[in-house]
């Protein structure tokens, strides 16, 4: 059976890991692929003769992952639209199984997650390290719940999309990632997990610069509650040191 689900992909440079990626997702059941190119210079657009039944938007230059997304989004009105990354590290055969979480949960999100009990990542060292303390402070800053929120492996409702493309002020980089789930979690759409097994890229290259990162922490910080606790522990450490002055001085 065809589930009523299309796949949107973003992709920038990512050729060679199209072509597999579209040759899996053909066998997993959905019923449509939307192929979101910034204008590759490797000869993606090449791809729409060789894929007819693959719809392709190419955008007049870099415009970013997230707006890549919602213009994806906008394109299908699919009741699931199923966000992954063009590299290979999310993997095709979790897509039907994310779907079914979304149905039998009646979840708005389902967010495919390495950090949640059998989820696996062998992503590089650091790129783990960098991925959950970002993970940890959105968790403080904006109190939800999740493990993993940064995750771009997505299952959406058509509710879900329809709020996300009304919404004009949406972070458009990597950082968007978390503003989404704030969002739809503020509006009280239903957010759940899904483990899946993320795979290292082995072709071509990441496109998160240092920029992006900085980003990330900016917004989290700026967030009311991270600021507070981050006031509350630069309080707590002139405390100490007043403190351990008073006792070494004068007890
Ligand atoms: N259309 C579009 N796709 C992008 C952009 N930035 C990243 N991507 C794609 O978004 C996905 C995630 O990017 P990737 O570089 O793998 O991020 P990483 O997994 O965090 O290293 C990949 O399919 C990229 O090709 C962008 O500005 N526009
Ligand atoms: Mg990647």
Known sequence: MTLNASVVVPALNERENLKRLIQELKGENVNSIYVIDDMSEDGTEMLKKEYPDVHFLIRHGRLGLISA??????????????????????????????????????????????????????????????SKIANTLFRISFDIHLHDCTSGFRVYSRKACNFIGKQIDIENGYVGQVDIVNRLNQAGFKITEYPVVFV??????????????????LFVIYNKKM????????????????LSYIIIHFV
């Open 69 to 130: 997304e919602i213009d994806g989004m906008r394109l299908t009105d699919s009741d699931y639209v199923v966000v992954m990354d063009a590299d290979l590290s999310h993997k095709p055969e979790d897509v039907p199984k994310m779907i079914e979480k979304a149905i039998n949960t009646s979840s708005d999100l389902v967010i495919g997650s390495r950090y949640m009990e059998s989820g696996i990542t062998n992503d590089e060292f650091i790129r783990q390290i960098i």
């Open 227 to 242: 600021f507070r606790f981050l006031l509350g522990f630069i309080v707590f450490l002139i405390g100490m040191v007043i």
């Open 200 to 217: 290292k890229r082995t072709e071509g290259k990441s496109k998160l610069k240092m920029r992006e990162i900085v980003n990330f922490f």
